[in-house]
């Protein structure tokens, strides 16, 4: 199961393009709400998720994706079960994923210490980073990191996670359905 965690303030774009990218190749996606079901992104609209933070079944878990959104980022920040589950998922080998302004989380957590990594292109959240070798693409994945730099990279984002879970030809497939050009 991929689980996709929001929290109030997520940037809805980070969150629901890799999440149907995801769906478009078979994996199971799940959406999990911190405060609840209903999650509203930064943009003011308004994600019914599958299921509240609390009900995620960690034994199920094959990656975890944070979206960005400065807000989001802090109501992931002060939700111990949402970074007890992104220390769940990295210590037992599993997938963790995040964009734009959530890396700076796994940096937090050390995820991201000695891995090549992207984020958001601000001083604020690479100076977070010191510990990463940052670079300069949409999406890049270090072992079982797999980070991107922001909206306007979701989908290759996305097709990065795609990739790691169905690998390279379900990834082909899904982009020529989307007609990546």
Same mark, same amino acid.
């Given at each position: 199961?991929?689980?996709?965690?929001?929290? $109030?303030?997520?940037?809805?774009?980070?969150?629901?393009?890799?999440? /149907?990218?995801?769906?478009?190749?078979?994996?199971?996606?799940?959406?999990?709400? *911190?405060?609840?079901r209903r999650v509203t992104g930064s943009h003011g609209i308004v994600i019914e998720a599958d299921i509240a933070l609390e009900e995620l079944d960690?034994?199920?878990?094959?990656?975890?994706?944070?979206?960005?959104?400065?807000?989001?980022?802090?109501?992931?920040?002060?939700?111990?079960?949402?970074?007890?589950?992104?220390? +769940?998922?990295?210590?037992?080998?599993?997938?963790?994923?995040?964009?734009?302004?959530?890396?700076? *989380?796994?940096?937090?957590?050390?995820?991201?210490?000695?891995?090549?990594?992207?984020?958001?292109?601000?001083? /604020? &959240? $690479?100076?977070?980073?010191?510990?990463?070798?940052?670079?300069?693409?949409?999406?890049?994945?270090?072992?079982?990191? *797999?980070?991107?730099?922001?909206?306007?990279?979701?989908?290759? +984002?996305? &097709?990065?996670?795609?990739?790691? &879970?169905?690998?390279?030809?379900?990834?082909?497939?899904?982009?020529?359905?989307?007609? *990546?050009?």
């Open positions: 199961m991929v689980y996709i965690i929001l929290g $109030e303030g997520f940037e809805e774009t980070e969150a629901i393009a890799p999440g /149907d990218l995801l769906r478009r190749a078979g994996a199971p996606v799940c959406y999990a709400g *911190i405060g609840g960690l034994t199920q878990l094959e990656m975890i994706v944070l979206p960005g959104g400065l807000q989001g980022v802090e109501t992931i920040l002060k939700t111990p079960a949402a970074l007890e589950a992104v220390r +769940f998922a990295y210590e037992n080998g599993k997938f963790v994923a995040a964009i734009c302004a959530a890396p700076t *989380i796994l940096a937090r957590l050390g995820i991201t210490d000695g891995k090549k990594a992207v984020c958001y292109p601000a001083a /604020d &959240l $690479e100076a977070e980073m010191t510990k990463a070798t940052l670079l300069q693409q949409p999406a890049v994945q270090d072992g079982n990191v *797999i980070t991107g730099a922001s909206a306007g990279c979701a989908v290759a +984002f996305g &097709l990065e996670l795609v990739k790691a &879970l169905q690998g390279a030809e379900a990834a082909n497939s899904v982009a020529k359905g989307i007609v *990546i050009r």
